[in-house]
């Protein structure tokens, strides 16, 4: 299937206009620029794009660029094409290197300084913010939440977020706070992972938070979602320092 990039507006994300930002979407009729993120004999992505900023960051979105994404809490520095390290997120205080997560329903927070100075990305799950993944980025980027801008991109809302009482005793054990982000209708019990994560980011003093109001499983013409068919396929989100 086709895969266009698109990029986050900034009436969507205000943040600093050197900051590029940009996720995958399905393609459609009423988008432009079409791509590919398979290989082409010389190993550089195939493109229609040349002209614009979007072209500099696809040379480097071979697969080398990606981290290898496991649930965890880890985060890397600068992620490169030489290593494909175990990580759920990635910044970059370096222009033109570009930190990028795959998801299909896990929440991408995507993440910036306010001088554009520091770009980078998480791969949430449920997991990971449950397992500290923001504590961990408050300590490797070694800056004030406060100094951050955020977005949170497209994950599953809540109606969508159905979870067994397996997923509730789990959190339960882990936090008894999190419980407060489980909500019950019709004897079924769903979560809300964007409160949780804005939660979470809110306990760090972040203040400017932004979010993505859309939805990976109710857009199915836009977006994969695993919990929708088991899919193998991933929307890439895309940031940096231009
Ligand atoms: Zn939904």
Redesign the pocket.
């Known amino acids: 299937m086709n895969t266009i990039l698109e990029e986050i507006g900034y009436e969507d994300w205000n943040r600093p206009s050197n900051i590029k930002a940009f996720i995958s979407k399905k393609r459609s009729h009423l988008q432009q620029i079409e791509l590919d993120f398979s290989r082409g004999p010389e190993g550089l992505p195939n493109c229609s794009v040349s002209t614009n900023e979007l072209y500099k960051v696809l040379p480097l979105m071979d697969d080398s660029a990606f981290i290898r994404q496991v649930h965890g809490i880890d985060i890397i520095q600068s992620p490169s094409k030489d290593f494909f390290p175990e990580a759920d997120g990635a910044f970059s205080l370096q222009k033109d290197n570009p930190c990028v997560v795959l998801t299909a329903d896990c929440l991408p927070l995507m993440f910036c300084d306010q001088n554009g100075k520091l770009a980078g990305i998480l791969h949430c799950g449920w997991r990971g913010l449950v397992n500290g993944i923001i504590n961990s980025l408050h300590k490797h980027v070694e800056i004030s939440f406060k100094n951050l801008s955020f977005w949170l991109g497209p994950t599953?809302?809540?109606?969508?977020f159905e979870v067994k009482k397996d997923f509730i005793d789990h959190l339960n054990l882990i936090n008894e706070d999190y419980l407060n982000f489980v909500h019950a209708s019709n004897d079924k019990y769903f979560f809300d992972i964007r409160s949780l994560c804005v939660e979470l980011l809110g306990m760090q003093k972040a203040s400017k938070v932004a979010v993505s109001k859309e939805?990976?499983?109710?857009?199915e013409d836009k977006y994969h979602s695993y919990r929708r068919n088991k899919t193998r396929a991933r929307h890439a989100s895309i940031i940096w320092i231009s």
């Open positions: 599953l809302c809540i109606n969508c939805c990976t499983f109710c857009l």
